[in-house]
């Protein structure tokens, strides 16, 4: 799970220091990378670079190059981010996460951009939850981004520096270039197919007759979405316990790695698990504690989802624009999916992953993706790998004979969370290579 970040741009001081709502162009300026979303503020000298900024997505433009407006592109999952091959001014392709809950467009950080040498300007003082130093962002300017036969030209897009984003401690860790997220949902019609691995992106008018005969067919449900700052909503009912179920209203973010989180403090009927386990996740100034804790139901449209791990935001939740929660991309990707913002609506399909338990971590221990496996950041108190020989900063190279990669490491947390009772790992230390079967336990209390 991941926390939920409070972020505010503080400008220096200067003769304006009235706020300005930039949120739709800025919103997720550090959520990207944490796959969460929550508003920006701009205020002071920062106005004139937030105006710029705006002004010029507000007037970019976009180009197709095949016959027809539309395209489509395959993806890579990694860790539950859905990674797509997008060139930046005719570059060779990078990695960029798709993400519905990033209001703007972000450069990472990595040995990929850095080779570019983008010209940036502006520095964005971007707070988080947690107490310590408050990172810096830049803006770089008319950038385009190229994905199969389209092309978005003029665009303004933030620029992570890697000392901003206290996850990713080396370029070792490093895993995509970027993220393309809002200004791509809000021109086109986006479909993910997870089954074949395949992204679309279509012009609205073109998209049109296809998207109403998938809504007349039947294996399509339409769930009505809020575009608000320029992200989507939904509205889902969860059912709370003791027979109580509450509408609760969600941000739809693909860019979130886990399933479902809620924030207590949003809704009357959400209250604070008893029975839990408790993760620690990194906020951009510090980390968040999150409640993670088994609930009986969520249901999408008609589609009901029984058995749920979800991670309870006890400070710094989402609450954006009046929301309770964040939907995950661990969930959504048991349907196949079609954005279509200019009629508030996403169409969901159940496909071949759905029904597949979505279940809690057994192991204790938290894992990043890394060049060389998964790197262990956080081992949990009175946890399977609390008891083991594992430490933080080993990183695991295999499991059950099988190399951690990024593609793969996805399985090894769906593993470390199973009902095995045991899972063969490898890791490197800083005593060299060691092996040992790691027993997994239960982390939720007993009744």
């Known amino acids: 799970m991941n926390p939920t970040i409070h972020r505010k741009i503080t400008g220096l001081a200067c003769a304006v220091q009235r706020p300005v709502n930039a949120r739709q162009s800025l919103r997720s300026m550090a959520k990207l990378l944490l796959s969460l979303a929550t508003p920006v503020l701009i205020s002071g000298c920062q106005l004139v670079d937030m105006a710029?900024?705006?002004?010029?997505?507000?007037?970019?433009?976009?180009?197709?190059?095949?016959?027809?407006?539309?395209?489509?592109?395959?993806?890579?999952?990694?860790?539950?981010?859905?990674?797509?091959?997008?060139?930046?001014?005719?570059?060779?392709?990078?990695?960029?996460?798709?993400?519905?809950?990033?209001?703007?467009?972000?450069?990472?950080?990595?040995?990929?951009?850095?080779?570019?040498?983008?010209?940036?300007?502006?520095?964005?003082?971007?707070?988080?939850t947690g107490t310590g130093p408050d990172p810096i962002a830049h803006i770089v300017p008319d950038t385009e981004f190229a994905?199969?036969?389209?092309?978005?030209?003029?665009?303004?897009?933030?620029?992570l520096p890697l000392d901003s984003v206290p996850f990713f401690e080396s370029y070792d860790d490093v895993y995509f270039d970027g993220v393309i997220g809002a200004p791509f949902f809000s021109r086109f019609v986006v479909e993910i197919d997870y089954d074949l691995g395949l992204v679309s992106f279509s012009e609205p008018s073109f998209a049109q007759a296809r998207v109403a005969a998938l809504g007349d067919s039947g294996s399509w449900q339409a769930l009505p979405l809020q575009i608000e700052s320029g992200v989507p909503y939904a509205t889902a009912q969860f059912d709370a316990g003791q027979g109580q179920t509450i509408d609760v209203k969600l941000l739809v973010d693909t860019g979130f790695r886990g399933s479902l989180s809620l924030t207590p403090v949003t809704h009357d009927s959400l209250q604070e698990p008893q029975r839990y386990f408790q993760t620690v996740s990194p906020g951009l100034s510090g980390d968040v504690a999150i409640h993670v804790a088994m609930s009986d139901s969520l249901t999408l449209a008609?589609?009901?989802?029984?058995?749920?791990?979800?991670?309870?935001?006890?400070?710094?939740?989402?609450?954006?624009?009046?929301s309770n929660g964040l939907l995950g991309n661990e969930l959504l990707q048991q349907f196949n999916l079609v954005f279509d913002y200019a009629n508030e609506r996403m169409l969901l399909s159940p496909n071949r992953n759905f029904g597949t338990a979505v279940v809690a971590d057994r192991s204790?221990?938290?894992?990043?993706?890394?060049?060389?496996?998964?790197?262990?950041?956080?081992?949990?108190?009175?946890?399977?790998?609390?008891?083991?020989?594992?430490?933080?900063?080993?990183?695991?190279?295999?499991?059950?004979?099988?190399?951690?990669?990024?593609?793969?490491?996805?399985?090894?947390?769906?593993?470390?969370?199973?009902?095995?009772?045991?899972?063969?790992?490898?890791?490197?230390?800083?005593?060299?290579?060691?092996?040992?079967?790691?027993?997994?336990?239960?982390?939720?209390?007993?009744?």
């Not at 994905?147 to 620029?159: A, D, F, N, T």
Request: aromatic share 6%.
């Open 52 to 128: 710029k900024f705006s002004y010029a997505n507000a007037r970019s433009t976009h180009q197709w190059y095949g016959e027809q407006a539309t395209t489509t592109v395959p993806f890579t999952m990694i860790d539950n981010h859905i990674i797509l091959p997008v060139s930046l001014n005719g570059s060779e392709p990078l990695h960029f996460v798709l993400d519905s809950g990033a209001g703007a467009n972000v450069i990472m950080d990595s040995p990929a951009t850095r080779a570019l040498q983008l010209k940036m300007y502006g520095e964005l003082q971007v707070s988080g």
């Open 147 to 159: 994905l199969g036969e389209l092309r978005l030209q003029g665009q303004s897009v933030i620029y």
């Open 302 to 322: 008609s589609y009901r989802i029984d058995q749920l791990p979800v991670g309870y935001a006890i400070a710094g939740g989402e609450s954006a624009d009046d």
């Open 364 to 447: 204790g221990l938290q894992l990043r993706p890394h060049a060389e496996g998964g790197i262990i950041r956080r081992i949990a108190t009175d946890s399977a790998g609390q008891s083991s020989a594992l430490q933080i900063g080993d990183i695991i190279t295999s499991f059950d004979d099988i190399p951690v990669t990024h593609r793969s490491i996805t399985e090894l947390k769906r593993t470390l969370a199973s009902d095995r009772e045991s899972v063969r790992l490898c890791w490197l230390s800083d005593q060299g290579q060691r092996c040992e079967d790691l027993v997994l336990a239960t982390r939720l209390p007993m009744q």
